[in-house]
């Protein structure tokens, strides 16, 4: 980090942010899968068990709404693991699309990680590394402090640190007490729901009354 970053409290731009373009850079949704846009079904192979938590349409509609690119970033480790393939992988992907789609959302894309250190040995993508945001920073031009990280882990997270974002966790029942308090140790916000968490992010009231 260099003198001017730690004078100014910002964190320094990565490789990505410096080679976005300042005019055409918008904010976006960086969305876990697993726990947080579908059931955890721990290294879902079969496309029929994918199923959407309740009411992830409405919150990926929201983003939609305020054009906001909605990116899922998401590790894969049962790749490496060798209990999922890549085509296991993009049929699963092909189903969260496609009940998004029949419910009127979308997902602009998809990012993932196959490694696992013990096995395919260490990687940048693998969060919290930043490799699959730094990607999908230059291939949306995407303004990265302005973005918004949401998933139920803590390690959905840590990447906002890195660029100046937001992050927000929504436990789900994989969610850690570990988690928790290392999301508000660490001045990141809760949301009760990926809804909640979606109407923090547009800034909007989660009471539709208000």
Do not use: W
């Not at 410096?18 to 904010?27: E, P």
């Not at 079969?46 to 909605?70: G, I, K, T, W």
């Not at 998401?74 to 189903?95: H, K, M, V």
């Amino acid at each position: 980090m260099t003198d001017d970053a730690l004078v100014s409290g910002r964190p320094e731009a990565t490789p990505a942010q410096r080679r976005t373009s300042q005019v055409l850079m918008r904010r976006a949704a960086f969305l876990d899968r697993d726990g947080t846009l579908i059931v955890d079904r721990h290294y879902l192979k079969d496309p029929a068990q994918v199923e959407l938590v309740p009411h992830a349409p409405n919150a990926v509609r929201r983003f939609n709404y305020a054009l906001m690119p909605v990116i899922v970033i998401t590790n894969q480790s049962g790749i490496a693991r060798g209990l999922l393939s890549e085509a296991d992988y993009r049929q699963a992907r092909a189903r969260l699309d496609d009940l998004l789609e029949e419910r009127g959302a979308f997902i602009d894309d998809h990012y993932h990680c196959p490694h696992h250190p013990d096995i395919s040995g260490p990687c940048e993508c693998r969060k919290p590394g930043i490799g699959m945001y730094e990607q999908a920073i230059v291939e949306h031009q995407i303004d990265a402090a302005h973005s918004v990280f949401i998933g139920d882990k803590l390690r959905d997270l840590l990447p906002a640190k890195v660029y100046g974002g937001r992050g927000i966790l929504v436990p789900s029942p994989e969610t850690s007490t570990e988690d928790v308090e290392g999301t508000l140790a660490a001045g990141f916000e809760l949301a009760s729901s990926l809804t909640e968490a979606a109407l923090m992010a547009t800034d909007a009231s989660p009471n539709p009354e208000t």
